[in-house]
Each structure stands twice: as C-alpha cells, then as structure tokens.
Nanobody
Framework: QVQLVESGGGLVQAGGSLRLSCEAS?????MGWFRQPPGKEREFVAAISNVGGTTNFADSVKGRFTISRDNAKNTMYLYMNSLKPEDTAAYYC???????????????????WGQGTQVTVSS
C-alpha cells in the first residue's frame, strides 16, 4: 500500500502560478497528475517516469505546466504557470507501481490515488 499526500492547491488569479506537490510513502515507477473540473470527468494532466524522467502532458497544459520528481524524496511536483479559469479543478496525484504500463494518460493504469487538492483560478 502506498500513501500519497498532495499539497499546494489554492486560489489564484488568472495568469498566476501554483506549485503542487505529491509525496509518496514508497518508491514508484510513474507518478502522474489528473484533474476533475466541476461537473466533468477526470482527465489526464501530466506524468513523469522514474527512469530518465520521461514526461507526458495533456495538450491543454503543454507549454504552461512542467513536472519534475525527486526520487530521493519520492516526491513529484507540478509547476502550473499562466493559469486559466478552465484549469479550475480538483487535482489528484496517482502512481503506477507496475514495471510495465502502456499509456500513462489512462487512469486505469494507476494503482494508487491521493485525496486531491483544489485549484481555483479566478478571472
């Protein structure tokens, strides 16, 4: 069982920045972020692998969000810049513990999920 603790959400004005953190209680292979806007389905945001730091981003956040991880601390960071009101959502950290995966954009690939942290962007 892996515990995930997210932090860093909050209220920010459009154009502003936030940093989300996700600390895992153990080693993971892929760490990812998903978000669920009000009244919508959960969607992929970004992911990073533990080997080589390969990253993957949703088209909607490319060029605005970056992702990094500190393997020594089992912690992942999501740097969100140029935030827009449509970025408002509950953001969830998730991890893949398997050594083989096919598509990090699919929520079904992930083994554990955090409780979520709210990000609200005002216009």
């Amino acid at each position: 069982q892996v515990q995930l603790v997210e932090s860093g959400g909050g209220l920010v004005q459009a154009g502003g920045s936030l940093r989300l953190s996700c600390e895992a209680s153990g080693r993971t292979y892929v760490m990812g972020w998903f978000r669920q806007p009000p009244g919508k389905e959960r969607e992929f945001v970004a992911a990073i692998s533990n080997v080589g730091g390969t990253t993957n981003f949703a088209d909607s956040v490319k060029g605005r969000f970056t992702i990094s991880r500190d393997n020594a601390k089992n912690t992942m960071y999501l740097y969100m810049n140029s935030l827009k009101p449509e970025d408002t959502a509950a953001y969830y950290c998730a991890v893949i513990m398997k050594t083989i995966w096919f598509d990090v954009r699919r929520s079904s690939e992930y083994d554990y999920w955090g409780q979520g942290t709210q990000v609200t962007v005002s216009s």
